[in-house]
C-alpha cells in the first residue's frame, strides 16, 4: 500500500523554526514528486510546492518563495518542509502528497495518495 | 497563475439528490483536472483524475466531465456519506491551484 505519513502535531511561538516531515512507503520514493499544501483553520488548499527526490529538484509556488524551504532525504525516503522564522499566521495544517503522473500522449498528473496533515500552531 | 472558480461555494441537499459542482479554469487547462473530497478533519481524498477518469473505490455516483475551461463534478444520487467540502485542482501548469471549495451540506 502506497502511503505518506507525517510527523506530528506542532506549537511553537513566534520566531522559532520548525521541520516536519513525509515519509514515504509501499513505492519507489525517488520516481515521484511530492508536494506540499497549506490549509488554513477553515479554508481551501493552497499549493505550496514540490519536489524530485532523485535529484531535489524543486518548485515553489511565488507565494511561499523564499518563506519555506522544501528539501528530501532519499536515504530514509523522506521529505520536509520548513521554516526558519515562524509567524502567528503561518498556523495551518500542512499536507504532502505523492504526484501521480497519467501514461499516454496526455501526461495529466494528480495528488495521491495524501498525508493525514500536521498541525502547526504558533502562538505567544 | 490560473484562477480557479468553483460554484456554488455552498449547497444544501438531501440523500437520494442529483447534483452538480461547477468549476471554471482562467484559461485554457486541456483536461488537466482534478476532483478531491476532503471530509473534517481528514486529508483530501482523490475522486477524479484527467477530468473524468474515476480513481479505484469510488463509486459509481459520481462523475465527471468538461474540458478546456469548463467541468462539471456530478453526484447522481447523494449518500449519507458524500456530506463532504469537494475541490478542483488544475494540475496542467505551476503553481498548481485549487478552486476554493464546495460545502455540501444536507438539507
Known amino acids: 500500500e502506497v502511503q505518506l505519513v507525517q510527523s506530528g502535531a506542532e506549537v511553537k511561538k513566534p520566531g522559532e523554526s520548525l521541520k516536519i516531515s513525509c515519509k514515504g512507503s509501499g513505492y519507489i520514493f525517488t520516481n515521484s514528486w511530492i508536494a506540499w499544501m497549506r490549509q488554513m483553520p477553515g479554508k481551501g488548499l493552497e499549493w505550496m510546492g514540490i519536489i524530485y527526490p532523485r535529484d531535489s529538484d524543486t518548485t515553489y509556488s511565488p507565494s511561499f518563495q523564499g518563506q519555506v524551504t522544501i528539501s528530501v532525504d532519499k536515504a530514509i525516503s523522506t521529505a520536509y518542509l520548513q521554516w526558519s522564522s515562524l509567524k502567528a499566521s503561518d498556523t495551518a495544517v500542512y499536507y504532502c502528497?505523492?504526484?501521480?503522473?497519467?501514461?499516454?500522449?496526455?501526461?495529466?498528473?494528480?495528488?495521491?495518495?495524501w498525508g493525514q496533515g500536521t498541525l502547526v500552531t504558533v502562538s505567544s | 497563475d490560473i484562477q480557479m472558480t468553483q460554484s456554488p461555494s455552498s449547497l444544501s441537499a438531501s440523500v437520494g439528490d442529483r447534483v452538480t459542482i461547477s468549476c471554471r479554469a482562467s484559461?485554457?487547462?486541456?483536461?488537466?483536472l482534478n476532483w478531491y473530497q476532503q471530509k473534517p478533519g481528514k486529508a483530501p481524498n482523490l475522486l477524479i483524475c484527467g477530468a473524468s477518469n474515476l480513481q479505484s473505490g469510488v463509486p459509481s455516483r459520481f462523475s465527471g466531465s468538461g474540458s478546456g475551461t469548463d467541468f462539471t463534478l456530478t453526484i447522481s444520487s447523494l449518500q449519507p456519506e458524500d456530506f463532504a467540502t469537494y475541490y478542483c485542482?488544475?494540475?496542467?501548469?505551476?503553481?498548481?491551484?485549487f478552486g476554493q471549495g464546495t460545502k455540501l451540506k444536507i438539507k
Open positions: 484559461q485554457n487547462i486541456y483536461i488537466y
Open positions: 502528497a505523492r504526484q501521480v503522473y497519467a501514461s499516454g500522449s496526455f501526461h495529466y498528473n494528480w495528488f495521491d495518495p
Open positions: 485542482q488544475q494540475s496542467y501548469t505551476t503553481p498548481y491551484t
